[in-house]
């Protein structure tokens, strides 16, 4: 397997007048071809800033980005801008989660797809429209040769996601980074797009890194999965190994956190103590041990040493970065943990 | 399109109706007494009371506006029946009280001065103001963005009897490059008309463009924080593209806006400019109507700046239906 896209060691620092926000601190991932990376994480814990980092739209912003992004051979942090547009929607394509903030007001829908399909294509306005038209019909628009002339406006949520998504494969990209692309939609819709992307994966093979901090989404759609937490990756591994056998204690407080249908109607709602650490002032050592419930059964001190993502014993391509043994980690989980999933 | 057409040009019209009736009302309002104005320096009892009848100021109030309003719509004739009958064609304002002359024949005589110089000021400060504001927004906090926006901030400062002399004092004065600013008709000598005109168009285009260049900046700056700009970029567009297509076309339409609405202001008379540099415009002859209480000349130049102002925003609203898709069809 060949890997779309590679991260090594990403940093996103920001210096603002309050201090360094160290958005993402050090992140390591790769995609192979036609698989889909769910990164999962609450607000702050830098999953967009990652997938922005990835387009290289922090170039020109305040932002101090550091580490590998390789895609296509081309590392997008050491190129410049004039460079990383020939990537820009044909290697690498994004939708973002307001559809109707994230596609211009003042232009009918059809000129802003002929427009993504021409950059990187010498073709005439015509054919271009008639690329649009045509992937507008592939994302399931009804009447897509009148739908071309409306504005953003005039479409409803799940249809503007659907233009998103059309405009995002114009070009038919590698790699389809979708940054929350379903929470500002019904379920019902959320599914409809989660079903589409799906198959327009399989139709164009494209591989698709799904940021998102809902993990029904992830369970839905995803292959492999990275859990972030305050700018850093926690736990990676397949969709199943971080469902059904979550090694991180957060990954256990997340999973708990989710209300059962067939519990009690009164049983109580899990949640994980305490509030997500501010970026400037992280906690030295691990950035969750404040919260962890668990960190008294570490052997190393949990406060002043930062664990390393490591495999574990019994599957070397599920990684966690946690200072509690193995084996304490897996007695936990059978008796507590199991027993809530 | 056409409703909403007929429906704006129906509340232009009421609006007009409105300031009709505040301008007439300014005849009884102020405590001079229109015939005694008229009257002139020698004045007895029997001429007041004859200028009385002749302004049709001896009859009812309700009278006097309804004529005052025919006059305007369909000519009115003062002294009917008599030898002194006088035919006013619309649109009928009634007669100068200093000249003697139709007030419509004066706004006819001082429009085109006016029209010259908001004509080419205009140009000017659009010019100057998006391009100054443009490259700011671009190279924000550079020393041009310094540079421009300082000149900016002079020139939303100053005034125009300041710059204007000042300019008059270096450019005609001392260094001879401009003739003294005056005005001929444009049809008869094109080019010393545009000679007349190039200072005042200078002064009023400088001081005007400041507030579109700090417009256009604050505009493009907001713009380009928008998330459907992050979209472009994600395209691949180049910035150029994204700057002057993307962020450009959302960033122009508010300043379209202000544009018509200064344009629509400027036409009913640019007074300060036209009295600085001495050009008969509508403005002067609204100051020297004033100065002389010249109620009719006074009752004109308002409704002609009032029928500009309207007509511009009515412009202004079917311009943005054309450049706010979302406007369209509210």
Redesign the interface.
């Known amino acids: 397997m060949t890997a779309i896209l590679q991260v090594k060691d990403l940093k996103v620092h920001f210096q603002t007048d309050d201090g360094l926000v160290k958005a993402v601190d050090g992140v390591s991932f790769e995609i192979e071809a036609g698989k889909t990376l769910g990164i999962v994480g609450e607000s702050g814990s830098g999953k967009s800033v990652t997938s922005l980092a990835i ?1 290289g ?1 922090h170039k020109g912003s305040r932002a101090a980005v550091s580490g590998e992004i390789l895609i296509d051979g081309v590392d997008v942090n050491k190129v410049t ?2 460079e990383v ?6 290697s690498m ?2 939708i ?1 989660q ?1 559809s109707l ?7 009918k829908v059809g000129d802003q797809i002929a ?2 399909y021409q ?2 294509n010498k073709v005439s306005k015509k054919v271009a429209k008639q690329v649009a038209v045509d992937m507008l019909g592939r994302v399931g628009i009804p009447n897509p040769t009148q739908r071309m002339e409306d ?1 953003p ?2 479409f409803s949520g799940g249809m503007r996601q659907r233009v998103m998504i059309a ?1 995002s494969l114009s070009c038919n990209p590698k790699l389809l980074i979708a940054d929350e692309p379903t929470t500002a939609l019904d379920v019902t819709v959320q599914a409809q797009i989660l079903d589409l992307l799906r198959d327009l994966q399989r139709e164009f093979g494209s591989s698709i890194l799904m940021i998102t901090h809902d993990l029904g989404v992830v369970a839905e759609i995803a292959d492999d999965v990275l859990l972030m937490y305050a700018g850093r990756a926690i736990e990676r591994g397949t969709v199943r190994q971080l469902l059904k056998t979550p090694e991180h204690p957060y990954a256990w407080g997340l999973l708990t956190s989710i209300p059962k249908l067939t519990g009690a109607a009164n049983a109580e709602l899990l949640a994980i103590p305490g509030t997500p650490p501010s970026l400037i002032n992280l906690p030295s050592g691990c950035s969750f041990s404040p919260r962890c419930s668990y960190k008294d059964r570490a052997k190393v001190d949990c406060e002043s040493v930062i664990p390393e993502l490591a495999g574990v014993k019994s599957n070397s391509s599920h990684l966690v970065s946690c200072h509690i043994s193995e084996t304490e980690r897996v007695a936990i989980f059978k008796s507590e943990i199991a027993l809530k999933l | 399109m056409l409703t909403y057409l007929v429906r704006r040009l129906i509340g232009g019209a009421t609006v007009m109706v409105f300031v009709s009736i505040f301008v007439f009302g300014l005849f009884f309002v102020l405590p001079a007494d229109p015939a005694r104005l008229a009257c002139g320096k020698s004045c007895t009892p029997e001429l007041m009371a004859e200028i009385r009848h002749a302004l049709e100021l001896d009859i009812p109030l309700p009278e006097q506006y309804f004529r005052f309003v025919k006059g305007i719509v369909s000519g009115r004739t003062y002294l009917a029946g008599s030898e002194a009958q006088l035919d006013c064609a619309a649109p009928c304002l009634g007669y100068s009280y200093q000249t003697d002359q139709p007030v419509t024949f004066l706004l006819k005589d001082r429009a085109p001065a006016t029209l010259s110089i908001a004509f080419g000021a205009s140009i000017l400060w659009l010019l100057i103001g998006l391009s100054s504001g443009i490259v700011s927004a671009l190279r924000r906090a550079t020393w041009i963005d310094k540079f421009s926006q300082g000149t900016a901030l002079a020139g939303a400062s100053l005034q125009i009897y300041f710059v204007g002399l000042v300019l008059q004092f270096i450019l005609v004065d001392k260094l001879g490059w401009l003739s003294s600013p005056g005005y001929v008709s444009p049809n008869d000598y094109p080019m010393e008309w545009a000679q007349g005109m190039i200072l005042p168009w200078i002064t009023l285009g400088f001081l005007l463009s400041a507030i579109y260049a700090r417009l256009t900046r604050a505009g493009m700056i907001e713009v380009m924080s928008e998330d459907y700009i992050r979209t472009a970029r994600a395209k691949g567009l180049s910035s150029r593209r994204v700057n002057f297509k993307h962020v450009l076309r959302a960033a122009i339409t508010p300043i379209i806006t202000v544009f018509g609405l200064d344009l629509g202001a400027l036409l009913g008379g640019a007074v300060i400019t036209e009295y600085v540099f001495n050009i008969p415009g509508l403005g002067k002859l609204a100051t020297e109507a004033v100065s002389n209480v010249d109620l009719p000349v006074i009752v004109g130049t308002v409704i002609v700046a009032a029928v500009f102002i309207v007509i511009a925003n009515i412009v202004v609203d079917l311009v943005y239906m054309i450049l706010d898709p979302k406007v369209r069809l509210a």
């Open positions: 387009m739209l801008e004039a547009n020939k990537l820009r929607g044909k394509a994004m973002f307001d903030a994230a596609l211009h007001p003042f232009f427009e993504a950059v990187h504005f406006h005039q405009m």
